[in-house]
């Protein structure tokens, strides 16, 4: 017989969160700390959404996203998660440009890339500076006309090796483009700025860990494998109800922390939508979507120290277009040390390109397996000059797409960075259109990464808690 995902449910709770990505995790929470019960729906066996991990034959581990966030994470991690979570979270030294033109290795820092700027590109200081400091002061409520493009066209002039360096790592970090709002750049890329990239020691297995241990501690109901397939709403626009595997469980409030246009347009429905918000919200772009390529070398198989990210392109210059193209130029490459799990003796590398949906959509099944076998050969071929010899030392390869994605955490074309900017009102302003129902999630680029889930999460929690006033909850 079947199991029972949702054996012994209550039918009612104050909160229902859809979907434990970190938004969603967070903001379960920070409800369930604040005296809320809590149910936490996840659709997938595994929580953590687009923060997991898979294991393969031999012992071998792969992160999926797990390639560097800004030292915020130390902070959040540490004030709505614990200490112990806070404590795994460490600096990486060694972040790595190879590409036509330049070769260089850095710590991401405002210091290193004002010294390289200066130095290398041979910009004055006071330019750079006041560069950072535009940067730094950048906020949502400023202009939003001013595209990233036209920022780096005012500080560096023609200077497409400057912008590329600026530029490139922030594109893989969270899918921006030059087009795209200049304060979705500036904000994000003086978050790393302020003290370099980080990781969690022990992987993103020990992390969902701990906060699955967390989540139950402070009581919140956890169930896998349940997909929720709606969201009621009562005539009067409030949310009533989840449906889920059969079940109507009622609730005094809903966080979504699925994709934010499928909460709105497939979850609620378009009829209990002002046609203005509706037109919003089907206007709302998703960002572009991933292709990786998972290498583990053999056990105690290792290589020289290749830094930790890798920026790699053959393209001329920085072109997005050349970025997502499925003819593959550039590559993020992640390469992973024992240290990453201590107590390991595994060395592998993860290859990260940013990827179009509709590359991938329609092909057929033989079709997806040679050209995922072909990205597969070609990684391969790319990283032999960081790695010799690393398809002797090679025990396992294989690659995911934008299909994958879609499959594992249901976004729509496997969005990887939720939506572009436009996205961040929508969300916010779901809960005018339905009293109740809140939405946590990548949105707006500067509520991606880790980062900026978990912080959104947050914030909406604290919505959360003001729609539910003391006698609706059962404190
Ligand atoms: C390849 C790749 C590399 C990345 N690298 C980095 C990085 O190095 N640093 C960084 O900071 N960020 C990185 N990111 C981005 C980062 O992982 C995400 O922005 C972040 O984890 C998203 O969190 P989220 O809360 O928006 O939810 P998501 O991770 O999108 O999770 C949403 C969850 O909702 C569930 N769900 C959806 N619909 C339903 C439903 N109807 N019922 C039940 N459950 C449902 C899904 O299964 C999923 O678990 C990367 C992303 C990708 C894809």
């Not at 009612?12 to 729906?41: E, P, R």
Request: aromatic share 10%; with cysteine.
């Amino acid at each position: 017989m079947a199991k029972d995902f949702l054996k012994e449910t209550r039918d009612h709770y104050d909160v229902v969160v859809i979907g434990s990505g970190l938004a969603g995790l967070t903001g379960a929470n920070v409800l369930a700390k604040q005296g809320y019960s809590v149910l936490l729906l996840e659709h997938h066996y595994q929580l953590g959404g687009m923060a997991t991990w898979f294991k393969r034959k031999g012992g071998h581990i792969f992160d999926i996203s797990l390639h560097g966030f800004p030292v915020g994470m130390k902070k959040s991690c540490r004030k709505y998660w614990t200490q112990k979570i806070a404590d795994s979270i460490v600096p990486l030294q060694g972040i790595r440009f190879e590409n036509p033109q330049f070769s260089l290795r850095t710590t991401f820092t405002r210091e290193d890339f004002t010294r390289i700027i200066i130095e290398k590109f041979g910009i004055a200081p006071q330019t750079v500076d006041e560069f950072f400091t535009t940067a730094r002061k950048m906020n949502f409520f400023d202009d939003q006309d001013t595209t990233t493009g036209q920022l780096f066209e005012e500080f560096f002039p023609g200077r497409t090796d400057v912008q590329r360096l600026l530029m490139e790592p922030i594109t893989y970090a969270n899918g921006s483009t030059l087009e795209d709002p200049a304060i979705t750049y500036g904000i994000v890329f003086s978050n790393f700025m302020s003290k370099g990239v980080y990781t969690f020691r022990g992987g993103t297995d020990k992390l969902v860990k701990q906060m699955r241990a967390e989540l139950e501690q402070n009581g919140v109901d956890i169930r896998i494998r349940s997909l929720v397939e709606k969201i009621e709403v009562t005539p009067d626009r409030r949310v009533a109800a989840v449906h889920v595997g059969g079940r109507r469980i009622t609730c005094g409030a809903v966080l979504s922390n699925a994709n934010l246009k499928t909460t709105i347009l497939n979850l609620v429905g378009e009829e209990h939508l002002d046609p203005d918000y509706l037109d919003e919200a089907r206007a709302v772009r998703l960002n572009n979507s991933s292709c990786q390529v998972y290498i583990a070398l053999k056990p105690g198989v290792g290589f020289d120290d290749c830094g930790d990210l890798l920026f790699h392109s053959e393209h001329t210059g920085f072109d997005v277009n050349a970025v997502l193209s499925k003819n593959v130029s550039s590559r993020t490459f992640s390469f992973y040390y024992p240290e990453t799990r201590p107590g390991s003796d595994r060395w592998l590398i993860v290859s990260s390109t940013n990827a179009n949906y509709a590359d991938w959509a329609n092909l057929s099944d033989e079709q997806y397996e040679a050209d995922k076998q072909h990205l597969c050969e070609t990684t391969l071929d790319c990283l032999e000059q960081y790695v010799p010899g690393v398809r002797e030392k090679v025990a396992w390869v294989e690659a995911s797409t934008p299909r994958t994605f879609e499959h594992y955490t249901r976004h729509q074309q496997g969005a990887s960075f939720g939506t572009k900017f436009e996205g961040l009102k929508v969300s916010q302003t779901l809960p005018e259109q339905i009293r109740g129902l809140f939405h946590a999630g990548s949105v707006g680029i500067i509520m991606s990464g880790w980062l900026g889930a978990v912080n959104y999460g947050v914030i909406v929690a604290n919505e959360v808690d003001k729609h539910l006033t003391p006698s609706e909850a059962t404190v």
